[in-house]
């Protein structure tokens, strides 16, 4: 008979970007770049996603980990996946395969770690009420019966500290810093922490576009850098346009259409995806030579992993202007570092 207080799984309380930092009353720590994950091992361990569905099964080198969280006790938490000291979050999707003898060889290969970063419940007690405050404190002390493949993310009150860690730990894989209020309770489903999230601009060269599912005006851009050599590679899309916009921009892009404009050795949009489903993914490729400057948030690789936002065109700049030379790759402590950071 479980020793939890309430039902599992639970929807995770979430957080809402913001950009002016508060300042009294509120603790900072590292935003992981994972799989939001709650975690039990009441009935046999359990370890439960975003939208409640089991990881484990995706994660089984993590079941032995899980299964020393203590009876009566529920851990909020992510799972990531470290490569070469820094989070790989293009690893961690790949986790996610149907095929079992798949996911065995990549649990050899590419591992999962776990990280707690809040306290739900312990020894039977819920603490969902309890101020962060201590429910920090009692997750530190239930830290140190973990396994020691648990990570306990680092916590500071301090705002300067605070600041110097969004810029310190992005090389590792953070992509951003969480707040949380020293008095605040967990709230299941909303978005009562802050987070804050670098922004970075980049010139991008329009490559295609994909029609809105109304049929009659644009629903995103296609966009591409080039690469080393010469190539027209696909980066990501832009869709924040308004309704009118959209039209325009489509009578606009329609006149430019074209037979290619990505090249052929790189991942073309629209390219099968476990993530995709069957969501109509088709495009029109059109000349390159359009030019617009863009904001984003996070790379994966050599992708946006976001949608970007659109900032202004930029008729004035050469579209072989816009290479993979515009993006800033930073630099500082890798992922062990984190964890010895004051």
Not at 185 to 193: L, S
Not at 211 to 238: E, M, Q, R, T, V
């Amino acid at each position: 008979m479980s020793d939890i207080p309430f039902g599992l799984p639970i929807v995770p309380m979430e957080a809402k970007v913001r950009t002016k930092w508060p300042t009294d009353g509120w603790a900072f720590e590292p935003k992981w770049d994972g799989f939001r994950a709650i975690a039990a091992s009441d009935d046999g361990p359990r370890l439960d996603s975003r939208k409640q569905r089991p990881l484990l099964r995706y994660f089984p080198e993590l079941e032995d980990i899980v299964a020393t969280v203590p009876a009566g006790t529920v851990v909020d938490g992510e799972v990531v996946v470290v490569d070469r000291d820094a989070l790989a979050f293009d690893m961690l999707q790949q986790r996610i395969h149907p095929a079992e003898s798949r996911i065995t060889k990549l649990a050899e290969e590419s591992p999962g770690t776990l990280i707690a970063f809040d306290l739900l419940a312990h020894d039977g007690e819920d603490l969902r009420g309890r101020p962060f405050t201590e429910r920090r404190q009692r997750l530190e002390e239930v830290a140190t019966t973990l396994h020691r493949a648990w990570r306990l993310t680092p916590s500071t009150t301090d705002l300067d500290t605070a600041k110097r860690w969004f810029e310190d730990f992005e090389a590792a894989g953070c992509d951003g810093i969480v707040g949380k209020a020293l008095d605040g309770v967990y709230v299941e489903g909303k978005r009562e922490m802050l987070k804050f999230k670098h922004r970075r601009s980049v010139d991008c060269v329009v490559g295609g576009y994909r029609i809105h599912k109304d049929g009659d005006k644009i629903g995103s851009l296609l966009l591409g850098l080039y690469a080393d050599n010469g190539s027209l590679a696909f980066i990501g899309h832009c869709s924040g346009f308004s309704n009118h916009d959209r039209v325009e921009l489509l009578d606009r892009f329609s006149q430019l259409k074209d037979d290619e404009s990505f090249g052929d050795d790189v991942r073309a949009p629209g390219a099968p995806s476990r993530w995709t489903g069957d969501k109509d993914l088709s495009w029109v490729p059109v000349k390159p030579g359009v030019v617009v400057e863009i904001s984003y948030d996070q790379l994966t690789g050599n992708r946006f992993r976001h949608a970007t936002r659109f900032e202004r065109w930029r008729p004035d700049k050469d579209p072989e202007d816009c290479t993979f030379a515009q993006l800033d790759r930073p630099t500082g402590p890798g992922f062990t570092d984190l964890f010895q950071a004051p």
